[in-house]
C-alpha cells in the first residue's frame, strides 16, 4: 500500500510520500537509542512539563490537526476535534497523576527479612508503536502519554494512509520541548516492521490492528523475546432486556454502532435483543439508523462520513450481500450511497445465522446485526460464540442481571447502560483473539516498564534471619 494521503470524500490522492530508505531509518533507530540514554536520565517533573506543554500545543492547533485527520479518514469533524480534545486531557492526565504511578511501591520489609523492600518501575527503552488509520491521533496517544512519562522512547509506524497526522505527532513531541529523538515516526511500509523490530535497540512492540497482523508481530516479538501489547478488534455485543429505557438504547446504539462512520473496535456491531422488546426496540433502532445524515465529513450537521478506503467498502458491501443471499432482512439501509467517495448507508440487518460472514467476523462499516433472544442466558452464550472479546454492553435496570452479565461476559470491558469507550482512567483491552495486554491508566504504563524489586538487608545480617524461609529461588 503506497504511502499516502488519500480523500475518503473524493478517492482523491492528495500527497503521496517515498517510504524511509535503507539508511534513513538507521539514522532514526541510532537516534532513538541515544535518546533513551539520556532520556531515561529526565526528572518526573520534567516529563510531566514537557507532557503539559503538548497538551497546550495540540490545544491551539486542534482546528488543523482535527481537519486533516477529517481529510486522510474521513472521520467527521466534530469527531475529529472531539479525539484531539481526548488526546490533550490524556495528556494532562498523564501529568498530573503519572508521578504518584511511578513512585516506588512499598512491601512489607519485616516479611522478607530485610529494613526496606520495594518495586520501581523503570523505563524498557525504545518501543515501536505499531498503529491503525481509524483513530489516527488517539490510538498513539493511548500508546505515547504514558510511555514518555515512564520514560521510554517511541518509534511510530503508523497506517500508510494517514502519513501527515504521522508526521504531525512527531511535530507536536518536538514543539513540547521533549529532546530530540524521544518520538519519532517512521514513514516505512510493512514489509519494514519485522527489521525494526528485531532490532536490538528495539526492546518491546504495541500494536492495534488486524489479527493477522497481531499474529505477526507476536511471532516476530516472541522470536526475538520482545514484551508486546496487542489490541485486535472487537465484534461488542450489545444487550437490551425489557427492563431498560429502550428509547434511550436505541438512541445510545445508533451511536455506538456508527461512532467513527462504524470503524471502530470498541463499536457495537451485534445487537441481541429479548423477545418482549425486540419488535419496539427493532423499529426505534431502524429509524434512528435511517434519520442518520450521511454525507461531506467537514459539513458540521453530517454524523457518517465515508469509510477509510475503498477496500473496506468494498468488504462492507459483500458481507451485507451475502447475508442477504442467505437469508437475512435488510431492515434499512444496505447499499452504498449514491455519491463521489466511500460512503456507505447506516444499516440494519436482522435473521443473521452462523454461516454468513457477518456473524463471525468483525464488519468495520456501519452496519448492526439483531438477534432476537429469549433470555439473558442466550444473549450471553450467543454473544460469547465469537473469536473477540473486547468489550460488552448491557442495557438492565435489573441488580441480578448487571451481575450476571458481568460475571459471565466474556470481554475485557463491561459496560452498563452506556457504550463501551475509553477513559485514561480505566484499563482498555480485551481478551480471545481481540488480544493482551492493556492500555491506559497505571496498568498500561506499567506494560513498558521493569517492575524491579529492590530487597536492602540490615548491616550484618544473614538473609533469612529471623523467620522461617524456603529454599532459595
Not at 488543523?64 to 494532562?92: D, N
Not at 433502532?285 to 445524515?293: G, I, R, S, V
Not at 451475502?322 to 466511500?342: C, I, L, N, S
Not at 433472544?373 to 468489550?391: F, K, Q, S, T
Request: net charge negative; proline share 5%; aromatic share 8%.
Amino acid at each position: 500500500m503506497a504511502i499516502a494521503t488519500i480523500n475518503p470524500a473524493t478517492g482523491e490522492t492528495l500527497k503521496t510520500y517515498e517510504p524511509l530508505s535503507d539508511e534513513a531509518l538507521e539514522e532514526k533507530l541510532a537516534r532513538a537509542a541515544a535518546a533513551f540514554a539520556e532520556y531515561r536520565l529526565t526528572t518526573l517533573r520534567q516529563r510531566a512539563g514537557w507532557l503539559r506543554a503538548a497538551a497546550d500545543v495540540l490545544d491551539a492547533d486542534a482546528g488543523t490537526v482535527a481537519e486533516l485527520m477529517t481529510t486522510e479518514m474521513g472521520k467527521t469533524l466534530a469527531s475529529a476535534k472531539a479525539e484531539v480534545g481526548k488526546c490533550a486531557k490524556a495528556l494532562r492526565y498523564y501529568a498530573e497523576h503519572g508521578d504518584a504511578m511511578l513512585q516506588p511501591k512499598p512491601a512489607d520489609a519485616s516479611a522478607v527479612g530485610a529494613t526496606e523492600a520495594y518495586v520501581v518501575h523503570q523505563p524498557l527503552g525504545v518501543v515501536l508503536a505499531i498503529m491503525p488509520w481509524n483513530f489516527p491521533l488517539w490510538q498513539a496517544m493511548r500508546f505515547a502519554a504514558p510511555a514518555l512519562m515512564a520514560g521510554n522512547v517511541g518509534l511510530l509506524k503508523h497506517a500508510s494512509n494517514v502519513p501527515q497526522t504521522a508526521l504531525y505527532l512527531e511535530e507536536l513531541f518536538r514543539k513540547a520541548g521533549f529532546p530530540g529523538g524521544v518520538f519519532q515516526t517512521l514513514l516505512i511500509g510493512s514489509g519494514a516492521v519485522e527489521r525494526v523490530l528485531r532490532d536490538d535497540r528495539v526492546v518491546a512492540a504495541t500494536l492495534t490492528g488486524s489479527g493477522p497482523a497481531g499474529q505477526s508481530v507476536a511471532a516476530i516479538a516472541g522470536d526475538a523475546l520482545k514484551k508486546t501489547v496487542l489490541e485486535l478488534g472487537g465484534s461488542d455485543p450489545f444487550i437490551v432486556m425489557p427492563s431498560a429505557d429502550l428509547d434511550k438504547a436505541a438512541e445510545v446504539a445508533v451511536t455506538a454502532r456508527c461512532q467513527n462512520n462504524g470503524q471502530s473496535c470498541i463499536a457495537a456491531k451485534r445487537f441481541f435483543v429479548h423477545a418482549d422488546v425486540a419488535e419496539e426496540f427493532t423499529r426505534l433502532f431502524a429509524e434512528k439508523l435511517a434519520a442518520m445524515t450521511v454525507g461531506d465529513p467537514m459539513a458540521e450537521d453530517t454524523q457518517i462520513g465515508p469509510l477509510a478506503t475503498e477496500s473496506g467498502l468494498e468488504d462492507v458491501e459483500r458481507y451485507v450481500q451475502e447475508a442477504v443471499e442467505k437469508g437475512a432482512t435488510v431492515v434499512t439501509g444496505g447499499g452504498r450511497v449514491d455519491r463521489p467517495g466511500w460512503f456507505y448507508e447506516p444499516t440494519l440487518v436482522t435473521g443473521v445465522t452462523p454461516d454468513m460472514g457477518i456473524y463471525s467476523e468483525e464488519v468495520f462499516g456501519p452496519v448492526a446485526a439483531l438477534f432476537t433472544v429469549a433470555d439473558l442466558d442466550e444473549a450471553i452464550r450467543i454473544a460469547n460464540d465469537h473469536v473477540y472479546g473486547l468489550g460488552a454492553n448491557l442495557w438492565s435496570e435489573d441488580q441480578g442481571e448487571r451481575l450476571r452479565f458481568i460475571r459471565d461476559v466474556q470481554s475485557g470491558m463491561a459496560f452498563v447502560n452506556g457504550m463501551v469507550t475509553s477513559y485514561p482512567e480505566l484499563p482498555f483491552g480485551g481478551v480471545k483473539q481481540s488480544g493482551y495486554g492493556r492500555e491506559l491508566t497505571e496498568v498500561g504504563m506499567y506494560e513498558f516498564t521493569n517492575a524491579k524489586t529492590v530487597w536492602i538487608g540490615p548491616p550484618g545480617a544473614r538473609q533469612g534471619e529471623g523467620r522461617t524461609a524456603s529454599a532459595s529461588e
